[in-house]
C-alpha cells in the first residue's frame, strides 16, 4: 500500500453559515491540494467534509496518516463513538440523534477501504500544513463574498 500523509481543515464564518474546505495530500515529494465550500453550513460539516474529499481522491486503496485539528473528527473516529452511533440507529449515548449522519455513511466505507490513522493537531498553532489547510477553507467561503 502506498503511504499517504493527508492535512485537512474546516472554517466556517458563522456557524451555521458560509464555510469551506481544504485538504493538502503528500506522496513522496508530491503534494496536491483539494478545496471547496459551501454556502450553509456548519464547521463540523466542512472537516468531515475535508476528510471524505482528501480520501476519496486517492485512486487505490492506502495507508494514510490524516491530521486534522478536528477534535470532533477524532474523537469520533478514534474514540470509536460513530461505530456505536450507528449500531444504535444514529443515536449517541444520550439517545439524541447523531449529527451529520450523511457524511458519516459516506465516511465509513473509506476507512474501510484505507488504513488510516487520524492524528490531531492543535489548529492555529504555527503547523505548516494546518496552516495551508485553513487558508484554503477561508478562501473558499471568502469568494462566496464575490
Given amino acids: 500500500m502506498k503511504k499517504i500523509d493527508i492535512y485537512t481543515d474546516g472554517a466556517c464564518s458563522g456557524n451555521p453559515g458560509k464555510g469551506g474546505w481544504g485538504a493538502v495530500l503528500v506522496y513522496g515529494n508530491n503534494e496536491k491540494e483539494l478545496s471547496g465550500g459551501n454556502p450553509d453550513t456548519t464547521n463540523n460539516r466542512m472537516e468531515l467534509t475535508a ?6 481522491a486517492l485512486k487505490e486503496p492506502c495507508s494514510v496518516k ?16 460513530v461505530y456505536s452511533w450507528k449500531k444504535n440507529g444514529w443515536k449517541k449515548s444520550d439517545k439524541k440523534p447523531a449529527l451529520n449522519v450523511d457524511l458519516w455513511q459516506q465516511l465509513l466505507p473509506l476507512l474501510e477501504t484505507h488504513n488510516v490513522e487520524f492524528i ?10 494546518n496552516e495551508r489547510c485553513d487558508a ?11
Fill in 120 to 129: 490531531w493537531v492543535k489548529g492555529h498553532n504555527g503547523h505548516k500544513y
Fill in 136 to 146: 484554503l477553507a477561508v478562501n473558499e467561503y471568502l469568494k462566496m463574498d464575490k
Fill in 66 to 81: 490524516l491530521t486534522t485539528d478536528s477534535k470532533y473528527v477524532c474523537d469520533a473516529i478514534n474514540q470509536r463513538w
Fill in 51 to 56: 476528510v471524505i474529499e482528501a480520501l476519496k
